[in-house]
């Protein structure tokens, strides 16, 4: 509508001098417009768009990086973090953190071995895996939000000391060999050249995808962490969805732990170590902001994608292990920085908003 | 007039402490009628309309809706009453879009068996209800996908008060809605309250720009130290009576 004006402004202009003045501004106001509008997507999609830009150029730099082996290891490599980056979203999506999970990965690993030192069924094991991530994550959300805690940074930091304490003593602090054979296929079989753990993310990812965007309990998440103190006076049960973020946060974890216990057959009070930091620059390089709110599947997804490319294609170049700290911590810094920018072009959009009515 | 108010307060009595907010304080709001809360600060006007929205309860004094004696304990249950309240920072959720922002806290959402957090969202529906009643008001929005931190001041009172309009059976309640807006925005915030009357709403407005309250209101009532110390209908003549009557000067 506002576009067709603009087509026919040219020759009203001259018609009326009168309309001269509003007419020309409307025009530079258009164009200033879409510019935001333009920036504003390409920041949506920004994430998505780098990882293909550095998924081409590593393609061009290593012969083997888009090989089918390759990127199998790829997948395999990221599916814990990728699993532990979608309970932390929906931790962050409400203005939290979850500190916990790496340790709890540990913990379940370890928990699942004992259980199948003596219990000989997968099912179990994996039962008992999720149940010690589950455990975790209630604990966490209840002491959180029961405890009136001013933020969930301490106590989930407190739960990583607790939980891998947890798993160095019941494992005796070595790691326990054996897994049941699902759980092996799990964490390390393959379809093809494609991973089981790869095919569990997405169907994982979809159901985490169908509820923050089709449920009712996941668009209170995003209330809740949009404006906690309107969900409390438009009567969302804030308390509950808080306390529900860290339990399917934990719960992931518990999944990780299955993924990485099968990929290593053993459970080991060692594994995880920094997951936790890597579940959370990969859902701020996927766009979340830690201002609550915002944040999507995909983009967690591609946050974790990142992460594990970046790490391949710097393996594959043979780059110095190090470095590939370092080149991830500017990759966080720029994804902040994109955040911050999409903060000043929004500014801007509501400038032209004001004044185009 | 000689209907019966929407919603009437009678001897509206809060305390805080020691300190008397209000102390038997009379106010009736009639459907398709605008009435104008005035008052310094510190007169009262935000504890009526806190216990009028159940955020307070009264210590003495009734309130009626339709003629009937109700007690309103929550914020909940007054929204129950068919009363929505604006407050000053809108309660919005910049987050999110138009249609989620109305319907926050009572989405529409299926099947009816399964308990309510885990029902499918009906994002179609509520996007036409909401659309439909965004037209109606004549709220104009560029892009009703966009969330609603990209709106202006002015768009984003106007949602918070399509909002309350649409879940507001009986009062809708405005709390300083033009404070943070320039002349234009004022306007069209303005014009809407004015068409909350034409849709038949019983709308009481908290404001001190007096000359928006002369351009909207039927009735002006006056609270200084809890009490209500007059009621005017609203004129250019009588600003200046009004005024003294904010600041306790001689009328």
Known sequence: ?357 | MTTIPALAVRGATKRFGAVLALDGVDLEVHRGQVVALLGDNGAGKSTLIKCISGVHQLDDGVIEMDGLPTAIHSPAQARDLGIETVYQDLALFDNLGPAANFYAGREAAGPRWLPTWLRVLDRKGMAARTAELLDRLQVGLPDMSNQVGLLSGGQRQAVAVARAAAFASNVVILDEPTAALGLRESRRVLDLINRLRERDHAVIVISHALDHVIDIADRAVVLRRGRKVGEEIPTRENQQRIVSLIVGGEG
């Open chain 1, 1 to 357: 509508m506002e576009q067709s004006t603009g087509a026919s402004s040219g020759p009203s202009m001259t018609v009326t001098p009168v309309e001269r003045g509003p007419e020309a501004a409307g025009r530079g106001h258009r164009d200033g417009y879409r510019g935001l509008r333009l920036g504003l997507t390409v920041l949506r999609i920004g994430p998505l768009l780098i990882l293909l830009a550095v998924a081409v150029a590593l393609s061009f730099l290593s012969p083997f990086f888009l090989t089918t082996r390759n990127l199998g290891n790829v997948l395999a490599a990221t599916a814990a973090i990728a699993v532990l980056s979608l309970g932390q979203l929906l931790v962050i999506l409400t203005r939290g953190i979850d500190l916990s999970v790496g340790s709890t990965l540990a913990l379940a690993s370890v928990v699942g071995a004992l259980v199948f030192t003596s219990v000989d069924s997968g099912p179990v094991v994996i039962l008992a895996m999720l149940a010690t991530g589950l455990l975790v994550g209630t604990v966490n959300g209840i002491v959180y939000v029961k405890g009136r805690l001013p933020h969930p940074f301490i106590i989930t930091l407190a739960m990583l000391s607790i939980a891998r304490g947890l798993a160095l003593w019941l494992s005796g602090g070595q790691p326990i060999r054996g897994m049941p054979a699902v759980v092996d296929s799990i964490g390390g079989g393959s379809i093809g050249w494609f991973p089981v753990s790869a095919i569990l993310i997405l169907g994982i990812a979809f159901l985490v995808f169908v509820l923050t965007t089709r449920i009712v309990w996941g668009r209170w998440i995003y209330a809740v962490g949009g404006n906690p103190e309107a969900a409390r006076r438009t009567g969302i049960p804030v308390n509950k969805v808080l306390i529900s973020v860290y339990v399917l946060s934990g719960l992931m974890a518990g999944v990780a732990g299955i993924i990485t216990a099968g990929r290593l057959d053993a459970g080991s009070p060692t594994f995880g170590e920094l997951a936790e930091l890597d579940s959370i620059a990969a859902v701020v390089i996927g766009g979340a902001s830690f201002l609550g709110g915002r944040g999507n599947v995909l983009n967690a997804l591609v946050g974790a994608l990142m992460i594990g490319v970046i790490r391949n294609g710097m393996n594959l170049l043979a780059v110095d292990a190090f470095f590939q700290l370092i080149v991830i911590g500017v990759v966080i810094v720029l994804a902040v920085e994109a955040d911050v920018l999409r903060g000043y072009l929004e500014d801007r959009f509501r400038v032209f908003e004001a004044s185009r009515s």
